[in-house]
């Protein structure tokens, strides 16, 4: 495929059908999911897999159908945790891992099935961990679930980021410790998270005292205020503030937490925001190179598996560089998981007035538009109504390109028209 070269520069990042397909699958894959969670950290060990584990277990205690997905490349230590680490996920008829039931509601993956030994991870390059990060979320059968926990790796560097971008109506929650180093790598967390537009539930300060087995008071073992002045500072929620707790450590690191859960009680407050959301749905936001929060803006339906791919078309059946004189538009219903056409029509457009095509295309179920030159204007608007729209398609049967479309092979050849 040749690169993307629109013309008008305009288009810009809803061109890359590679992206849009991936996306695709993410959310066909998390489709099933009411809630989803990120729980970040701005550095490692303050706790933050320790949390994640402990807040799903407390919600699927609660009788919530829970997943968590431990996508920590640098430490996945969630197998670890739930005494799991030698199991490994099912694989469903379509290629999709199964997670590993810990209890009839609570699911578990993490990238540390895949990792033969704990170390591998460290020596990963940055594309291959974004690529495992990657099929960590478009190739898990999750089902349905109420919440999914997801382990985020700690910091803001490519992997969370890519984390983020690939689940737009995502929830945070920040794990720190009162620790001063702690406090200053989570306020860049925070940052990150704004500049994501991330809803962050608030901030979970671990660690926090240490309640003396002799006397029962809490000693501070960390100076400073922490999370408390931090999370005041940022106007976000303080969620709890966690005492270091011996049993809880030891569960933790001995593959027992659920047998622990009665460790948990100072995770209560956060259950209850969590337990809160149970109708309210996450404000979707447009992120990196599709139009999902567009989707969801637009609330039209749609089934993941079978889409509608609409281009225009010349009377020979050949894709028409012509968006918006175009005799015809030809309509693909397609599966893309068996990358098949299932059914072409052809429908004569209404006449071309400015943002009549364009709407009609929506009307007619499209999610994506295939073209090899349009306007602005007209883009803004099937972007808006949640098509993806694809610009600088070379000219070629429409079949033909509408197949390229599904193996991911379309070839690009620059805006062709912005008429
Ligand atoms: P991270 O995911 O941030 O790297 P972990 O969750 O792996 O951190 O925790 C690091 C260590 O701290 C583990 O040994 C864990 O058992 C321990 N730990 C975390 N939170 C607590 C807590 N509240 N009380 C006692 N030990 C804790």
Redesign the pocket.
Known sequence: MSGNSCSTGSCGMNQNPEQIARQRQVESTLGGIKHKIVVL?GK????????AASIATKLAVEGYRVGILDV?IH?P?VPRIFGVKDRRPGMTDEEKMIPVPMTDNLKLMSVGFLLPHDKEALIWRGPLKIGLIEQFFSDVDWGELDYLVV?CP?GTGDEPLSILQMVPDARGII?TTPQGMAVEDVQKSITFCKKMNLELLGIVE??STFQCPHCGRPIEIFPGKGGEEMAKDAGIPLLAK?????K??EA??NGKLMQAFKEMSAFDPIVNVLSELKDKQPVKKEVGTTAAGAKAASGRKKDDRIQTIAMPVDESGMLDAHFGHASGFAFFTVDTRKKVIVEARTLTPPAHEPGVIPKWIADQGAHVLLTGGMGESARKILVNKGVDVVIGVAPDNAARVAQDYLNNSLNIAGNQCNH
Request: proline share 8%; charged share 15%; net charge negative.
């Open positions: 950290s490692g060990g303050v706790g933050k897999s320790t949390v920590d430490g230590s382990d700690p794990v671990n660690m966690l005492p270091l707790n011996h809880l450590m933790s690191d």
